[in-house]
């Protein structure tokens, strides 16, 4: 069977986006999975999503120009959607970021590989729970799903739409409001250790309250952690399922 040029140039648009998507999912096309998993689980991906319809040998093709201008296209909304798919796990670093920041992690980074960057020891706790989560409860299955909506919603070969700038902001705002709701139980806790050992500085000014103060808070951040991981569970499975819905908002739909 001969396969036309715009065939192929239909399975090259499909395949940019869905390669733009998977590379903002950590345990899908992270900065730790090879290039070539990521090129053959795009491949397959397209294969499966979009449906063979062979187009007549005598359809016409895209110039380069225009292809080229279609390929940066599916780039954009690839990347639009990764994004939002992004933000559910930037929503655990930001809560092991601000945990470690007040309990004294924080002065201790080391690589991250998950995203490619230097994070807190409870900063890479709370990614590696939330990748365990995302597979335990069915997360990806969720993705691929917004990932298959996405072309019914902006289909291939179709005029760009108006992406609307304002949800992605409200859409930052509640992230990171989560992100936040989810160190609140160890901020709290942490809060109340420095003032008590305010009230101890002044009350004995020989105790050395620096020295002191940083296994303390060490130890109260992981004793609250570990009591608040069972409230936090919930949210993490409410953020996995709806992440095609994020996903789906950011294209407009």
Request: proline share 6%.
């Amino acid at each position: 069977m001969v396969v036309s040029l715009a065939q192929t140039q239909l399975f090259m648009l499909a395949l940019t986006r869905i390669l733009a998507t998977i590379i903002h999912v950590p345990m899908l096309g992270g900065q730790s999975v090879p290039n070539q998993v990521k090129i053959g689980l795009g491949i397959f991906l397209t294969m499966l999503i979009i449906p063979w319809n062979p187009l007549p040998p005598e359809t016409a093709s895209l110039p380069f120009l225009a292809f080229a201008i279609k390929i940066a296209q599916e780039l954009l909304i690839g990347s639009l959607a990764g994004f939002a798919a992004a933000l559910t796990f930037s929503v655990l670093q930001i809560a092991g970021e601000v945990i470690g920041l007040g309990s004294g992690f924080g002065s201790s980074r080391i690589l991250n590989p998950a995203f490619g960057e230097s994070g807190s020891a409870l900063d890479q706790l709370f990614v590696m729970i939330a990748m365990l989560l995302f597979m335990v409860l069915n997360g990806h299955h969720v993705f691929l799903a917004g990932l298959d909506r996405s072309f019914s919603i902006i289909p291939l070969n179709s005029p760009l739409p108006d992406f609307p700038v304002d949800r992605l902001l409200m859409m930052l705002g509640k992230m990171v409001a989560v992100g936040i709701q989810l160190a609140l139980p160890v901020m709290g806790a942490l809060l109340l250790a420095d003032l008590t050992l305010g009230l101890l500085s002044k009350v004995a000014p020989q105790v050395q309250v620096f020295f002191l103060g940083l296994p303390i808070k060490i130890g109260i951040g992981l004793f609250i952690l570990g009591l608040a991981f069972t409230t936090m569970f919930p949210l993490l499975a409410e953020l996995f399922n709806r992440i095609a819905n994020r996903m789906l908002e950011l294209l407009g739909a």
